[in-house]
């Protein structure tokens, strides 16, 4: 069954960086777009960003742009988000999710990892 | 970018009883593109609903989606224990997909 492992949170000093990672399983995953999606403590969903299924394309939600990097390596289904410039917004467990149906770059999200908590705090 | 509100915030209900989530956005979703999900605490969201309607496999049937253009709703036909959780809302119609707020659904 399909399966996204997340991996890479952890406490980070403001204005540091991080990279995440979300390995795959269970699917072609050089078939589809992957996004990240993050959630503040308490609070709602918020779309990051997300990588067409080869890599062709990115894009990303303004609260990020010009500071993370989402990447991909198809050889080894594995997932990433390069996340730079951080500051206490950017807390949050950050989930990778598998894109569906998906007009331009906007998908439904039909599998979720189970999530990476990153902290942003001196 | 289309917001997308969503309401009432909470929703106190018994087991057995039935719930409308309202999911309104700020302009017309295109094509139908509008998903619900479900999150319990320490969870991640879980995909019910696609295309507004479209239940995915192994969702109980007592879970439909319906609405068009700016107004959409979701409805739990009889509540089971299982089914208390917070619901999202979310867009995939245009650049960038969205998020609504969410709505609790919580015991009575």
């Known amino acids: 069954q399909v399966q996204l492992v997340e991996s890479g949170g952890g406490v980070v000093q403001p204005g540091r960086s991080l990279r995440l990672s979300c390995e795959a399983s269970?699917?072609?995953?050089?078939?589809?777009?992957m996004h990240w999606v993050r959630q503040a403590p308490g609070k709602g969903l918020e779309w990051v960003a997300v990588?067409?299924?080869?890599?062709?394309?990115?894009d990303y939600g303004e609260s990020v742009k010009g500071r993370f990097t989402i990447s991909r390596d198809n050889s080894k289904n594995t997932l990433f988000l390069q996340m730079n410039s951080l500051g206490a917004d950017d807390t949050a467990v950050y989930y990778c999710g598998r894109g569906d149906g998906c007009r331009g770059g906007s998908c439904y999200l039909d599998s979720w990892g189970q999530g990476t908590l990153v902290t942003v705090a001196s | 970018e289309i917001v997308l509100t969503q309401s009432p915030g909470t929703l106190s209900l018994s087991p057995g009883e039935g719930a409308t989530l309202s999911c309104r956005a700020s302009?017309?979703?295109?094509?139908?593109?509008l998903a619900w999900y479900q999150q319990k605490p320490g969870q991640a969201p879980r995909l019910l609903i696609y295309?507004?309607?479209t239940r995915v496999t192994g969702v109980p049937d007592r879970f439909s989606g319906s609405g068009f253009g700016t107004d959409f709703s979701l409805t739990i036909s009889r509540l089971e224990p299982e089914d208390f959780a917070v619901y999202y809302c979310?867009?995939?119609?245009?650049?960038?997909?969205?998020f609504g707020q969410g709505t609790k659904v919580e015991v009575k």
């Open positions: 269970g699917f072609t995953f050089s078939s589809y777009g």
């Open positions: 990588i067409w299924h080869d890599g062709s394309d990115k």
């Open positions: 302009q017309s979703v295109t094509s139908y593109n």
């Open positions: 979310q867009q995939y119609g245009s650049s960038p997909q969205t």
């Open positions: 295309d507004a309607s």
